[in-house]
């Protein structure tokens, strides 16, 4: 059985699909292949909704993060958030089978935490806040988890946006707790040294604001125990390190999407790209 994580997709189905054409997937063979997606599976390409269908139809060997487009896609077929000029979700709110791709969509996860042979990796879209560990990340994904699949769903989508609070208490209850659990795992890109975190910069991990370094350059970060993987962050690039493994390489700006099949450790890790077509234009 082999494992692939794969970064953000963004709704280029044709690119996912050479890519797993790469890869040579196939969910039905007896010894079934997983992948592992690290959210943002929509929104910005061209085929969202293609893209959804198709993860929907492995069943369990397709493995699903939610990221913020994920979020956003959810938020904004309630009325809770009006899409943007780049947005590319009609495709999905307007489809006769708009209720089954959102339902399934509800029941994906916000973190992984896998086992594999020699090592441990957590998986999330963006980022893990440095004063929690793995353990405590899982049971924290997990309470929105219960959000996303629950009759209180709705409410929350309207409160979801929002940088306050900034910066985790375990004191913090209700709207105000589960929207920062939402904002470390899906926004995440910098934070101080006492996890406050500041979500206005989007450039490369060389342009940290002063103060701020990236999430996982924090000191005494309490996840260093295992391999954090990510995407989320198109300007950083894929990052290969014991401790984290970025996976965002920009397919939806005609960067490139990219797998990583999982050694038994890090140095038999073997990382599998396709170049993609350029959906979208970077900036404003």
Same mark, same amino acid.
């Given at each position: 059985?082999?494992?692939?994580?794969?970064?953000?997709?963004?709704?280029?189905?044709s690119a996912?699909?050479r890519?797993?054409?790469?890869?040579?997937?196939?969910?039905s063979?007896?010894t079934?292949?997983?992948?592992?997606?690290?959210?943002?599976?929509?929104?910005?390409?061209p085929?969202?909704?293609?893209? !959804?269908r @198709? $993860?929907?139809?492995?069943g *369990?060997?397709?493995?699903?993060l939610?990221?913020?487009? =994920?979020?956003?896609l959810? #938020?904004?077929?309630?009325?809770?958030?009006?899409p943007?000029?780049?947005?590319?979700?009609?495709?999905?709110?307007?489809?006769?089978?708009?209720?089954?791709?959102?339902?399934w969509?509800?029941?994906?996860?916000m973190?992984?935490?896998?086992?594999?042979q020699?090592?441990?990796?957590?998986?999330?879209?963006?980022?893990v806040?440095?004063?929690?560990?793995?353990?405590?990340?899982?049971?924290l994904?997990?309470?929105?988890e219960?959000?996303?699949?629950?009759?209180?769903?709705?409410?929350?989508?309207?409160q979801m946006?929002?940088?306050q609070?900034?910066?985790?208490?375990?004191?913090?209850?209700?709207?105000?707790?589960?929207?920062l659990?939402v904002?470390? !795992?899906? @926004? $995440?890109?910098?934070?101080t *040294?006492?996890?406050?975190?500041?979500?206005?910069?989007? =450039?490369?991990?060389?342009? #940290?604001?002063?103060?701020?370094?990236?999430w996982?350059?924090?000191?005494?970060?309490?996840?260093?125990?295992?391999?954090?993987?990510?995407?989320?962050w198109?300007?950083?690039?894929?990052?290969?390190?014991?401790d984290?493994?970025?996976?965002?390489?920009?397919?939806v700006?005609?960067?490139?999407?990219s797998?990583?099949?999982?050694?038994?450790?890090?140095?038999?890790?073997?990382?599998?790209?396709?170049?993609?077509?350029?959906?979208q234009?970077?900036g404003?």
């Amino acid at each position: 059985m082999a494992l692939y994580m794969i970064g953000d997709v963004q709704g280029c189905d044709s690119a996912l699909q050479r890519l797993l054409n790469k890869i040579s997937f196939s969910p039905s063979r007896d010894t079934r292949d997983t992948l592992y997606l690290l959210g943002d599976l929509v929104n910005r390409g061209p085929a969202s909704a293609s893209v !959804l269908r @198709r $993860l929907m139809g492995y069943g *369990a060997a397709a493995q699903c993060l939610l990221g913020n487009h =994920d979020l956003h896609l959810l #938020a904004a077929s309630i009325g809770a958030r009006k899409p943007s000029r780049k947005d590319t979700l009609t495709e999905v709110l307007q489809a006769p089978d708009r209720e089954a791709m959102l339902g399934w969509l509800r029941c994906q996860r916000m973190a992984i935490l896998l086992d594999h042979q020699k090592s441990r990796v957590l998986m999330v879209h963006a980022g893990v806040l440095p004063a929690w560990t793995a353990t405590e990340t899982i049971a924290l994904a997990g309470e929105v988890e219960c959000l996303l699949r629950g009759p209180d769903l709705s409410d929350f989508l309207h409160q979801m946006y929002g940088n306050q609070p900034h910066a985790w208490n375990a004191s913090l209850r209700g709207t105000e707790r589960l929207r920062l659990i939402v904002n470390a !795992l899906t @926004r $995440l890109r910098f934070c101080t *040294a006492q996890g406050v975190m500041e979500f206005d910069t989007t =450039d490369g991990a060389n342009a #940290a604001p002063k103060g701020y370094m990236p999430w996982y350059d924090v000191p005494g970060r309490k996840t260093a125990d295992v391999t954090v993987a990510f995407g989320h962050w198109s300007t950083l690039g894929w990052l290969n390190r014991p401790d984290v493994l970025a996976l965002d390489s920009g397919c939806v700006w005609g960067g490139c999407l990219s797998a990583l099949k999982l050694g038994a450790d890090a140095s038999q890790h073997e990382l599998i790209q396709v170049n993609c077509e350029q959906a979208q234009k970077p900036g404003v």
